[in-house]
């Protein structure tokens, strides 16, 4: 069974920093790029991040709100990708989901055409003093 | 960056209906937009990819048509487990944004 498994969440003072985990299991998890999607209560789906597999780099995208303040890395000899999220703020409260892009081949490179095929159920961050 | 417009924001209808979703791009997306579904407490789940291609598994009264700037997801005949919030995607532009979302409800 494709798997995909988030965990790291919990409460967190702003300004301060937590990382997440990914943990993919039922297929090969180098071979694919990985996104980073997360969701603020009661609200819609917002895209933070991109991580292309190895093949293609293993480079990273960003979106505008989080860039400079969150990293994406993998490690796919044990299977896990990580988010580092550093200077949190209240609006970064969200539950945040890892999705796997669904293709492996040079789309990768631009990331146009790719889509989010696997996700994990989630991690819920809460930034609040 | 590419913003999405979801139509309409709640759509109240019964079981057996057709649904009739839309998506509006503030620039040509090409084909390249996807559809998700989500239920409350679950994740997303891919419905529809490049537009008008199911995602494995599936079923056939999901449809999705379209191109350039307007889209449409069509659910021929609601069952009680499609009754849940749509959300469009495109992947022509970083970055990637998503509509606002659709939550189709029980009349």
Sequence with gaps: ELQLVESGGGLVQPGRSLRLSCTASGFTFGDYALSWVRQAPGKGLDWVGFIRSKLYGGTTEYAASVKGRFIISRDDSKNIAHLQMNSLKTEDTAVYYCAREMFKGKVVITGVGNYMDVWGKGTTVTVSS | ?107
């Design chain 2, 1 to 107: 960056e590419i913003v999405l417009t979801q139509s309409p924001a709640t759509l109240s209808l019964s079981p057996g209906e057709r649904a009739t979703l839309s998506c509006r791009a503030s620039q040509s997306v090409s084909n390249y937009l996807a559809w998700f579904q989500q239920k409350p407490g679950q994740a997303p789940r891919l419905l529809i990819y490049d537009a008008s291609n199911r995602a494995t598994g599936i079923p056939p009264r999901f449809s999705g048509s379209g191109s350039g700037t307007d889209f449409t997801l069509t659910i021929s005949s609601l069952e009680p487990e499609d009754f849940a919030v749509y959300y469009c995607q495109q992947r022509s532009k970083w970055p990637w944004t998503f509509g606002q979302g659709t939550k189709v409800e029980i009349k």
